[in-house]
Every structure is written in C-alpha cells, then in structure tokens.
C-alpha cells in the first residue's frame, strides 16, 4: 500500500478553513483507494511572520523537498504591506523548486451557472499552461530618482544656484522599471508539456503573446513554439494576441482545448477563465515541476473579510488535492474526487453562498465524502 506524506501550508485567511475540507476528501479517498495520507502542518503564513518576520527559510524549503507535493491554502493578510507574503513564501516556493507550469484547468462542470449566455459544459472545457518561473516574474526591476523633496531642491539652488524646471520641482523625475525576460529553454520546456498534454486531449494547442508590440520577448516565444511544434505534427496550432483571446475566452470559449502562455498573461487570463467557469470558488491550480516538488492551490486568494465565517466555497481547493492526487499517481482517486465534486453541484447537494447556496465550507466538505463513498 502506498502512503504519502504531504506538507500542508493552510496559509491566511480562509486558508485553513479550505484546507481542512480538502484534507478531509483527500483522507476519504486514501480509505476507499487503498493508500494513505499523513499531513506534516506547516505554520508559514502572515501570523508567523508578524510574530517572528519569518517568511520560509532555506531550512524549510530544504525540507519541503523532500516531498512529491505540497497542499497550500491561500496566503495574503491585510495587515501585511501587499507583496510581502505573495513574494516571500508563494513565489518563492514556485521559483525554489522550479515549478515551471502553472496548470490550471478551466472547465464548467454540470450544475454550474456560467455567466456566458448560451454556453454549457462542453462549450467551456480547457487546459491553461501557465509559464511559472519567468516573465515578469523575475523580480529584476527598480526605481531611482525618489525622495528629492522641495527642500532639498531649493537648498541646491541656494547653495549651487542650479535652476530647476516645474516638474522636476515636484519629483516628477522619479523612475521605475521591470524587466520581463524570457529563456529558450525555459520557453521550450513549458512549451513542450502544453505540447504533450494536447496529445492526451483534442491535440489543439494555443499559443498566447504579444508579438505584436513586445516583439523581442514574446517574437522569442513563438519562434520557440514554432520550433518544438515541428516535434508534434498531429496537433493543431493557433495563436493569439492576449487582449484578443480575453475576446474569445468570452465568445468562443468551446475554440479553446490547452492553452500556452507566458507567465504574465496567464495570471490575467486565468482569473477570467475561473469567471466563466463558475467563479473564483471552483477555480484550482498545480505549481508543476514533473521531477521535483510540486503545489497545488485554490486559485483565489485569502479573502480575509470571509475568515471564519466559514461560508467560503471550499472546492478550488477539494478540487486542487484532486490535481496533487493525480500527480502522485493517484489516477483513480483524483477521477473520483472531480466526479464527486461534480455530482454534489449538479445535484445541487451543498452549495456555498457564491452558488446560490447557504451551506456551510464544512457542509459542502461533508457532501462531497458521502458522495464519493456512495460512488465508491
Ligand atoms: C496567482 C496569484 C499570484 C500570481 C500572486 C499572488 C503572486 O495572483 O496565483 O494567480 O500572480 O501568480
Ligand atoms: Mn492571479
């Protein structure tokens, strides 16, 4: 029997009330798939870091890696200056442990309302392959020129006789840049996978840039996407420009089957496809590196207003320890969650607030085990 230790980061927020359920669908499956779970709980998040100013340290990440997948709530906390705790311990996992494709499937599951007319299950069904580790991710960027008060100015004109114009008067000078960069094998390798999961679905690949204006980095990206197609003659390419595909997310979506892109834009474009699939609550999210350590996570944030309330959709996240479950091998497990997911919605079971319901996080966490028991 295999048993798998897994690394829990409940996070802020409504983290831990997520997670909780997660782990809760996740032990029900190991009992009825013949595997177990332990959890090992780790308390990095914004509590921790206003405690202490810890983040994650090498210490910690060093013992993550010893592990297959990570399950990860959600972190942020208004009490936090914005960036601190997205950078310090989310990016910084995905970037440490080279978690290079961001999977994040965008499927309306039956039983659920999109907000897109006319359009039903089938309509909305595909992959986004995420670039994770480049782009403007990188975190090379800077400012200058901040700071120069009134004072300082008037007393260089005092003392040096230097006249200013208006606006330099006024900090207008102050500068700041960030570099988007990309590399061949970094685009080549995220490429490939988007590549390879075509060949397991309707071998239909779409490539997202802006080769129009940002033609240096994203005409790099598709030269590179052109390249590696070559290995693949089977499937079908397209392009699109990403202010035109957020078009088509909308009126076309049923065009779509897996979806490349590079980092930026598929932060953008995942947070639409999350809409027209029912909504922030159903959206889930693998940080994938296919040798290393992965993650797996709600794409929604903390949502610090909703924090133990426990009226929070607890799905994206039952439905990312599906994708962590499937990526430890756990095929049939992880299949059987997402149908259970699915018939607790489409038979209307327990639904949270944001689907028309009031049932409660750990109501909806409840359904879902007696459904899959009952599948199963
Ligand atoms: C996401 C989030 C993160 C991102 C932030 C919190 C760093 O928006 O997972 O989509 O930009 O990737
Ligand atoms: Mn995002």
Redesign the pocket.
């Known amino acids: 029997m295999s048993s798998y230790k897994i690394p829990v980061i409940p996070g802020d927020g409504i983290g831990p009330e997520v997670i909780a359920e997660g782990e809760k669908v996740i032990e029900t499956a190991a009992d009825l798939f013949g595997f177990t779970v332990s959890w090992i709980d780790l308390p990095i998040g914004a509590e921790r870091y206003l405690k202490t100013g810890k983040l994650i340290d090498e210490e910690e990440l060093k013992e993550l890696s010893r592990y297959k997948a990570i399950y990860l709530g959600a972190v942020g906390d208004p009490r936090v200056e914005p960036g601190i705790l997205?950078k310090g311990i989310?990016?910084k996992i995905r970037f440490y442990f080279d978690q290079y494709i961001n999977l994040r499937p965008v499927k309306l599951l039956n039983g659920v309302e999109t907000p897109i007319k006319n359009k039903k299950p089938e309509d909305i069904d595909f992959l986004v392959v995420r670039e994770n580790t480049e782009d403007f991710y990188v975190g090379i960027g800077g400012r200058a020129k901040k700071g120069r008060t009134k004072n300082d100015l008037e007393l260089a004109r005092e003392l040096y006789n230097i006249k200013f114009g208006l606006d330099i008067e006024h900090d207008a000078d102050e500068i700041a840049y960030q570099i988007g960069l990309i590399t061949k094998e970094g685009t080549r390798r995220v490429i490939k996978y988007a590549f390879e999961r075509s060949m397991e679905r309707k071998k239909n690949l779409s490539s997202v840039d802006k080769a129009n204006v940002l033609s240096d980095i994203y005409g790099f990206w598709r030269g590179i996407f052109n390249e590696v197609s070559k290995d693949y003659p089977d499937v079908k390419t397209s392009f699109y420009f990403v202010d035109a595909i957020t078009m088509w997310f909308v009126k076309n979506p049923e065009w779509f089957d897996v979806i490349v892109t590079p980092n930026m834009f598929g932060?953008i474009i995942?947070d639409l496809g999350a809409m027209i699939q029912g909504g922030m609550g159903l959206a889930p999210?693998g940080n994938i590196n296919p040798k290393g350590t992965s993650m797996f996570e709600p794409?929604h944030?903390s949502a610090p207003k909703y924090k133990g309330k426990h009226v929070s959709n607890p799905i994206a996240t039952i439905w990312a320890g599906s994708m962590l479950l499937d990526t430890l091998g756990e095929k049939k497990a992880a299949k059987s969650i997402l149908d259970a997911i699915e018939q607790n919605l489409s038979q209307r079971i327990a639904l949270t607030h944001d689907l028309g319901g009031s049932s409660a996080t750990n109501e909806v966490g409840d359904a879902i085990v007696n459904i899959l028991k009952e599948m199963n």
Do not use: K, R, V, Y
């Open positions: 997205e989310l990016l932060d995942t999210g794409i944030g």
